[in-house]
């Protein structure tokens, strides 16, 4: 079974505005990660946290991470129609050598 | 360099028979890993390999299959298809277990 849970589904939004995706998972991580899927097509890894961050920035995107609440945020600013896609977070636990992945919000970015 | 190669790209084939995947990695990545993507399930580990070794496996039934040669290239082999194996099958690619590269994934159909 899955061990995150994304937050919202499906999320849409006008160019320009800022989206915001969830992610909550269930047991201690090593890290976790946000992947991109263009439809239907192979994940690209966006970015990588470590348990031990809170916070982290590459480019448009940022994402944090509250393991006391077991969750994480990512934010992606002045979005484009080209940001539309499937968000994934996947979690990565000590030890583990596999990714644990959420269900993905579907963002959908209006021209 | 070259990305993680995943053939073929689409696969059609009738349930009772078998299939194999090949995925070729990053020059210099020793790890694979294979995952499952349907809408219901969402996605899925199937198992990671180490310098031919499996490290780990998910929870699928042993008709799902898998290895990886000396030269890192890994295949993944499915025997009695069921209608429920269609799916995109995705590998990943790392050098040790932090930060994967996934390929564009075989989009495999039981009829």
């Known amino acids: 079974s899955q061990q995150g849970e994304e937050d919202p589904q499906a999320l849409s939004i006008q160019e320009g505005e800022n989206a915001t995706m969830n992610c909550s998972y269930k047991?201690?991580?090593?890290?976790l990660q946000w992947y991109r899927q263009n439809s239907g097509r192979g994940l690209v890894h966006l970015i990588l946290?470590?348990?031990?961050?809170r916070e982290k920035h590459s480019g448009r995107l940022r994402v944090t991470l509250d393991t006391s609440k077991k969750s994480s945020s990512l934010l992606i600013t002045a979005s484009r129609a080209a940001d539309t896609a499937s968000y994934f977070c996947?979690?990565?636990?000590?030890?583990?050598?596999?990714?644990?992945f959420g269900q993905g919000t579907r963002l959908t970015i209006n021209p | 360099k070259a990305g993680v190669t995943q053939t073929p790209r689409y696969l059609i084939k009738t349930r009772g028979q078998q299939v194999t995947l090949s995925c070729s990695p990053i020059s210099g990545h020793r790890s694979v890993s294979w995952y499952q993507q349907t809408p219901g399930q969402g996605l899925q580990f199937l198992f990671e390999?180490?310098?031919?070794?499996?490290?780990n496996k998910g929870n699928f039934p042993g008709r799902f299959s898998g290895r990886q040669f000396s030269n890192s290239r890994s295949e993944m082999n499915v025997s009695t298809l069921e209608l429920g194996d269609s799916a995109l099958y995705l590998c990943?690619?790392?050098?040790?277990?932090?930060?994967?590269?996934f390929g564009s994934g075989t989009r495999l159909t039981v009829v």
């Open positions: 047991t201690s991580i090593n890290n």
């Open positions: 946290i470590r348990s031990n961050e």
């Open positions: 990943a690619s790392s050098v040790a277990g932090i930060g994967y590269t």
């Open positions: 390999y180490f310098s031919e070794t499996q490290r």
């Open positions: 996947a979690t990565s636990i000590q030890g583990a050598q596999k990714l644990v």
